[in-house]
Nanobody, 127 residues
Framework: QGQLGESGGGVGQAGGSLRRSCAAAGRTGKDYAMAWCRQTPGKEREVVAGISQSGDVIDDSDSVKGRFTISRDNAKNTGYLQMNSLKPADTAVYYC????????????????????WGQGPPVTVSS
């Protein structure tokens, strides 16, 4: 399992915006689907959004629909999660994943050992 470099804002206010980036260093990012997940203590990991190699949105959780946007720049081997209209309920640890196993497991929130995974700083949204 490789590592992805996740970065971006971690503290926001309700109604505000944050943006996270996920870089697949050393890999050709355009060959792999990607996903963003999040988890809060005591809860199962939730898949927030997924995107195909070509940039088609694969998955978009109802909890973030219309507020979060997943995108990617294959030339930079980087994926993005734009989070708008933040809510305190969005407070969580966010992860990005790349489907290096081509199994689609990243869209279940349970990547395989062949997938790459990155954890960024927690996102905290205040009311």
């Amino acid at each position: 399992q490789g590592q992805l470099g996740e970065s971006g804002g971690g503290v926001g206010q309700a109604g505000g915006s944050l943006r996270r980036s996920c870089a697949a260093a050393g890999r050709t990012g355009k060959d792999y689907a990607m996903a963003w997940c999040r988890q809060t203590p005591g809860k199962e990991r939730e898949v927030v959004a997924g995107i195909s190699q070509s940039g088609d949105v694969i998955d978009d959780s109802d909890s973030v629909k219309g507020r979060f946007t997943i995108s990617r720049d294959n030339a930079k081997n980087t994926g993005y999660l734009q989070m708008n209209s933040l809510k305190p309920a969005d407070t969580a640890v966010y992860y990005c994943a790349a489907d290096h196993s081509f199994s689609g497991q990243i869209f279940t929130g349970r990547p395989t050992s062949s997938d790459s995974w990155g954890q960024g700083p927690p996102v905290t949204v205040s009311s």
